[in-house]
């Protein structure tokens, strides 16, 4: 019998290859590129230097899934998978090295409203997790289930948000976008713009998500179980033997 690709497999694959590369090309141009702008359109050391913070943090972000799969044994769905590698493509490696925050209208606030719902999913999964059992428990309210994976989902976007203005600071990045591609600061509600809208939109995703599990539990139409991580079979009988 011939055996089924495994796209799933393969486009993880693909943009981790890709992020590894990336590091690489971004390190040698960090030791090419001007310290200062000599024209509007040049890209100097801190512009590299934020790229390639990012695609350090990609990489490792790659490589977490595994570490917890196999080191916590905790399972996670080829499709959360497939939908984290994506994430992981189209903010760093397509947002920051291709621009695509910059010259594509409106890709940081589609990026934000995806994360929103991914971080919702990951909310209703902590409920199992932290239940150790392979499901939601049944005397759970879908109300009290979606309200807890909304707020989840909310919480993680904030710490994002706070973990993009400290390394703004430290490393004069400019993750937050508080200035122009080619320097120009902004000021007022203008340099609030970004981080205000991110919350915004990340409410909205996990709004969206939180409801769409709510009826997904309401209903048993099983749509939120093909998105939750949960423990292994043999790591759930370790746990309630300890």
């Known amino acids: 019998m011939k055996k089924k690709f495994n796209w799933n497999s393969f486009i993880y694959n693909f943009v981790f290859v890709t992020m590894i590369l990336s590091v690489i090309f971004l390190v040698i141009r960090i030791t090419m590129a001007p310290a200062e702008a000599v024209a509007e359109d040049v890209r100097v050391k801190s512009d590299y230097l934020l790229m390639l913070v990012q695609c350090i943090l990609g990489v490792v972000a790659m490589r977490l899934p595994d570490f917890i799969e196999h080191k916590i044994q905790i399972h996670i769905p080829s499709n959360m998978l497939l939908l984290y590698a994506v994430f992981l493509y189209c903010a760093i490696y397509l947002g920051e090295v291709r621009a695509f925050y910059y ?32 499901k939601i428990p049944m005397n759970l309210s879908p109300v009290f289930v979606a309200v807890f994976a909304f707020c989840f989902a909310v919480t993680l976007g904030v710490f994002w948000e706070i973990y993009e203005f400290t390394f703004d600071g430290i490393l004069r990045l400019n993750m937050q976008k508080f200035m122009l591609e080619n320097g120009t600061q902004l000021i007022g509600r203008a340099a609030l713009l970004d981080t205000m809208k991110d919350l915004i939109v990340d409410c909205l995703g996990a709004f969206i998500m939180s409801f769409v599990g709510y009826l997904s539990l309401r209903y048993k139409t099983g749509f939120i179980e093909k998105l939750q991580l949960k423990w292994r079979k043999g790591a759930i009988k370790d746990n309630k033997t300890a």
């Open 103 to 134: 010259n594509v209208p409106h890709w940081d606030t589609i990026l934000h409203t995806f994360s929103g719902g991914m971080l919702g999913a990951l909310g209703f999964s902590f409920v199992t997790i932290l239940n150790k059992s392979e």
